[in-house]
């Protein structure tokens, strides 16, 4: 037989037994070990909540696959989200805990964010990130206009921080006469740094603040003055800063800088996961979310949960990272960026 009539039998043959049948996911994630990637060190509240849902939400999985954690720190979360979205596997074996303001880094550090977060495929969020404004009560500040009277040195990490960001936005928008004192290296420098009058201060999770300093609450050490946060805190009648700004290009670059409280701590698979095993992945994620057992761990752990679906979050991320260009221009311009 020659080569030819050969390749058309093979072909026909082929065609007879029909295409390879598609794996499922369940077939899949029987075989897999599956890896959550965390974008910090071990030990912080990123890792704590990938723990807590690596324990709960294999049995949600059909297959049931072995789930591990691995931190990879650096760069507030960038060194995991690079390495997530260039290097490791794209079939749902491996999900992103990132860093809660990798949108924001993806918009404003382009230079160092390799990844487009709009082609994430967003699981779901455990819990937001709400923060607020507290101003040591010594000061004499009692209302955001009192803001606007006298200097008040805020603490903040750097100079283009996520944190410090806000200020510039507050003092540009507002009119605040905010002075920042930078160089602290995370939330624990920055509490020392107001008992010791190095600042007056600081945008803090309202959770850390209950959780670290519930004596400057309860002993009106510091007064909370507004929230730092695109929807507000649940039966709190606190200005949201997002709302005094009138300016419409001054919102949009504020939900960008605030972009963090929304994403708060999420799971994505990586860009071009199959979409049947997505679709798995963000199933089993909600129905943990409601797991009576989870819950329990959770509030054990003083871990609160307000989740949202992935759904939700990608369109969120599209928004946010839509934002017409001279808007980020501008924002880079009043953050000193440019």
Known sequence: MSLRPALLLLALIGGLA??????????????????????????????????????HIAQYIPGGPTIIVQNIPGASGLVAANTFANRLPRDGSTILLPHKDTVLAQMLETDKAKFDTRHFGWVGRMVDYPAVLIVKAATGVRSFDDLKKAPIHIGASGRTSQGNLAVYLMNHFLGTKFVSVLGYRGGPDLYLAMERGETEARLVPMD????????????????????ESLVPVADSKLPLIVDMIADGRGKQMFKIVDSGSMMGFGLAAPPGTPADRL????????????????????????????????????????????????????????????
């Open 18 to 55: 029909g295409p390879a049948r598609a794996e499922t996911p369940e077939e899949f994630y029987k075989k897999t070990r599956m890896t959550i990637v965390v974008g910090s060190e071990e030990g912080g509240s990123l890792s704590l909540y990938a723990r807590l849902v690596a324990k």
């Open 279 to 338: 679709a798995v992945l963000r199933a089993a994620f909600d129905k943990t979310m409601a797991d009576p057992a989870f819950l329990a761990a959770a509030q054990q752990a003083k871990s609160p949960i307000n989740a949202d679906t992935g759904e939700n979050l990608a369109r969120f991320v599209n928004d946010v990272v839509g934002t017409p260009a001279d808007v980020v221009g501008e924002l880079k311009r009043i953050a000193k960026m440019d």
């Open 208 to 227: 850390s603040l209950a959780f670290q300093r519930p004596d400057w609450i309860k002993t009106n050490y510091v007064n909370i003055i507004a929230q």
